[in-house]
């Protein structure tokens, strides 16, 4: 066998391996899915809610222990990690949602009276990250197996242990060969959207998600692709400093920076620009980093080197090219790196524009409101967003941010029932929400004539 290892970040550690899985053999294991597919299909979206939420009773039962290996393998404080696994042993409301969203509808317009099905495409490719192991998978394997599709996840590289774990604790009820798993990188991801899928849908970085497009365009598959972001945060006069200060240490270097929605960008304005640095470098040294089974570590390491040196890279040379670093910046080690806060950042370092995806807050003046729209605007991502304000203004500028989620005075995530949505190259696509979940299913709609 060919193993795959899983690495601690923080240590080097090796946490466990798993068998890398042969690229030659998925086509087979896509035929066996279209097959287990047909009894699962013909299930009714009660029967198979029911078996899930027998899954999700095996995922509440081992949360303590899968989350321990998840900060292990992935590097986030304990207390996030089994909340992470939690968050998705408790999918009762999000199974009655789906069961909603996916029921057949009746549209009578007096003459026609037609109905809607949400059928199964078929078998769907689950493509995911790292950064948040247990969630993605689930954000993107429970609402294909509840439209009645057939599911074969490819979890990263980096953290196969969470996502076998994952597997594992739904293969407890799921009939066989409903819900398979594929080991490996890029050459298993690339083989699986290659093999005979119906539907692809992917979390992940904006690169590959270009590259995953035109792979699936070739036979027109449908594709779901939530990719990177580039987030600003805006903060206008009469923003409440102390709370703003505080979010923006918490998201631009909660799971160290590395989440699609962190805080990559603060645009403050002239007058409040010196007091808001102060606090956030305030807030920022309130922060403990260490090993995420450490008590009351709140921030851990890269996930590897190549992303350690990725970010290091920006900062240097944001530094060099004369962004002032007022904490952080350097005394790093290992794959950790010291929560980094550049004041005087500009659009021509690289820091300002690619996903840094690390713990770096960059902040950056700006004269009034329409200029620091234009420079939120600058970019081509347009995942999530922040402003800090008066209510009725910062609502002036939220509405101008040409991004997917804007939170005002708070973070972006909507309330329950709404999507998880990027605008622009941060995706075609949606997570969660009934919209969402009718990502899964292909609508067939059955006209007759309408009962007069
Ligand atoms: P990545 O794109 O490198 O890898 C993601 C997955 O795709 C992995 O399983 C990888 O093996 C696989 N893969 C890579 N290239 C592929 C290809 N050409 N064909 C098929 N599969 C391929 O991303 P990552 O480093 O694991 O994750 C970080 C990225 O994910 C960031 O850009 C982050 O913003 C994004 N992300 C987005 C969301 C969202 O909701 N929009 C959520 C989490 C993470």
Request: charged share 20%.
């Given at each position: 066998?060919s193993?795959?290892?899983?690495?601690?970040?923080a240590?080097?550690?090796?946490v466990?391996q798993?068998?890398?899985?042969?690229?030659?053999s998925?086509?087979?294991?896509?035929?066996?899915?279209?097959?287990?597919?047909?009894?699962?299909?013909?299930?009714?979206?009660?029967?198979?809610?029911?078996l899930?939420?027998?899954?999700?009773?095996?995922?509440?039962?081992?949360a303590?222990?899968?989350?321990?290996q998840?900060?292990?393998?992935?590097?986030?404080?304990?207390?996030?990690?089994?909340?992470?696994?939690?968050?998705?042993?408790?999918?009762?409301?999000?199974?009655?949602?789906?069961?909603?969203a996916?029921?057949?509808?009746?549209?009578?317009?007096?003459?026609?009276?037609?109905?809607?099905?949400?059928?199964?495409?078929?078998?769907?490719?689950?493509?995911?990250?790292?950064?948040?192991?247990?969630?993605?998978?689930?954000?993107?394997?429970?609402p294909?197996?509840?439209a009645?599709?057939?599911?074969?996840?490819?979890?990263?590289?980096?953290?196969?242990?969470?996502?076998?774990?994952?597997?594992?604790?739904?293969n407890?009820?799921?009939?066989?060969?409903?819900?398979?798993?594929?080991?490996?990188?890029?050459?298993?991801?690339?083989?699986?959207?290659?093999?005979?899928?119906?539907?692809?849908?992917?979390?992940?970085?904006?690169?590959?998600?270009?590259?995953?497009?035109?792979?699936?365009?070739q036979?027109?598959k449908?594709?779901?692709?939530?990719?990177?972001?580039?987030?600003?945060?805006?903060?206008?006069?009469?923003?409440?400093?102390?709370?703003?200060?505080?979010?923006?240490?918490?998201?631009?270097?909660?799971?160290?920076?590395q989440?699609c929605?962190?805080?990559?960008?603060?645009?403050?304005?002239q007058?409040?620009?010196?007091?808001?640095?102060?606090?956030?470098v305030?807030?920022?040294?309130?922060?403990?980093?260490?090993?995420?089974?450490d008590?009351?570590?709140?921030?851990?390491?890269?996930?590897?080197?190549?992303?350690r040196?990725?970010?290091?890279r920006?900062?240097?040379?944001?530094?060099?090219?004369?962004?002032?670093?007022?904490?952080?910046?350097?005394?790093?080690?290992?794959n950790?790196?010291?929560?980094?806060?550049?004041?005087?950042?500009?659009?021509?370092?690289?820091?300002?524009?690619?996903?840094?995806?690390?713990?770096?807050?960059?902040?950056?003046p700006?004269?009034?409101?329409?200029?620091?729209?234009?420079?939120?605007n600058?970019t081509?991502?347009?995942?999530?967003?922040?402003?800090?304000?008066?209510?009725?203004?910062?609502?002036?500028?939220?509405?101008?941010?040409?991004?997917?989620?804007?939170?005002?005075?708070r973070?972006?995530g909507?309330?329950?029932?709404?999507?998880?949505?990027?605008?622009?190259?941060s995706?075609?696509?949606?997570?969660?929400s009934?919209?969402?979940?009718?990502?899964?299913?292909?609508?067939?709609?059955?006209?007759?004539?309408a009962?007069?």
């Amino acid at each position: 066998m060919s193993a795959l290892v899983s690495y601690d970040p923080a240590t080097g550690e090796v946490v466990g391996q798993v068998e890398i899985t042969d690229p030659n053999s998925i086509p087979a294991m896509v035929a066996r899915a279209r097959e287990a597919g047909e009894g699962w299909a013909a299930m009714s979206l009660t029967e198979r809610r029911d078996l899930l939420l027998e899954a999700g009773k095996v995922i509440a039962a081992n949360a303590e222990a899968i989350g321990e290996q998840l900060c292990r393998e992935m590097g986030k404080p304990l207390r996030e990690a089994i909340g992470e696994v939690r968050s998705c042993a408790h999918m009762a409301d999000e199974l009655d949602e789906m069961c909603e969203a996916l029921a057949p509808e009746v549209i009578d317009d007096g003459r026609s009276r037609s109905t809607l099905y949400r059928d199964p495409f078929g078998v769907v490719a689950a493509i995911t990250p790292w950064n948040f192991p247990f969630s993605m998978p689930h954000w993107m394997v429970l609402p294909s197996l509840m439209a009645g599709n057939a599911v074969i996840l490819k979890p990263s590289e980096e953290t196969p242990l969470t996502a076998q774990a994952y597997v594992d604790a739904l293969n407890a009820t799921l009939p066989e060969g409903v819900l398979q798993i594929v080991h490996g990188a890029d050459v298993q991801g690339k083989a699986l959207v290659n093999a005979d899928v119906d539907l692809v849908a992917f979390t992940g970085s904006r690169a590959a998600g270009i590259h995953i497009l035109t792979a699936a365009g070739q036979d027109l598959k449908r594709v779901i692709l939530e990719l990177g972001g580039k987030d600003p945060m805006v903060v206008l006069p009469g923003a409440d400093l102390p709370r703003a200060a505080s979010f923006a240490a918490r998201n631009s270097f909660r799971n160290a920076g590395q989440v699609c929605v962190s805080t990559e960008r603060i645009y403050v304005h002239q007058e409040l620009y010196e007091p808001f640095l102060d606090a956030l470098v305030a807030e920022t040294a309130k922060l403990r980093q260490g090993h995420g089974l450490d008590e009351g570590v709140e921030i851990g390491p890269m996930i590897n080197a190549r992303q350690r040196d990725w970010v290091l890279r920006q900062i240097d040379e944001a530094v060099a090219a004369g962004a002032r670093v007022l904490a952080g910046g350097e005394g790093h080690e290992g794959n950790f790196i010291r929560p980094t806060v550049l004041a005087d950042v500009t659009h021509e370092m690289g820091i300002a524009v690619d996903e840094t995806f690390g713990p770096v807050a960059c902040v950056t003046p700006v004269a009034d409101d329409a200029e620091a729209l234009r420079m939120a605007n600058d970019t081509p991502y347009g995942l999530g967003a922040s402003v800090w304000g008066e209510t009725e203004r910062a609502e002036k500028v939220a509405r101008g941010i040409r991004a997917g989620m804007i939170g005002i005075n708070r973070s972006c995530g909507g309330a329950a029932g709404t999507p998880w949505v990027g605008a622009r190259q941060s995706g075609y696509g949606f997570h969660s929400s009934k919209e969402g979940h009718r990502q899964f299913a292909q609508v067939r709609v059955l006209t007759t004539v309408a009962d007069r």
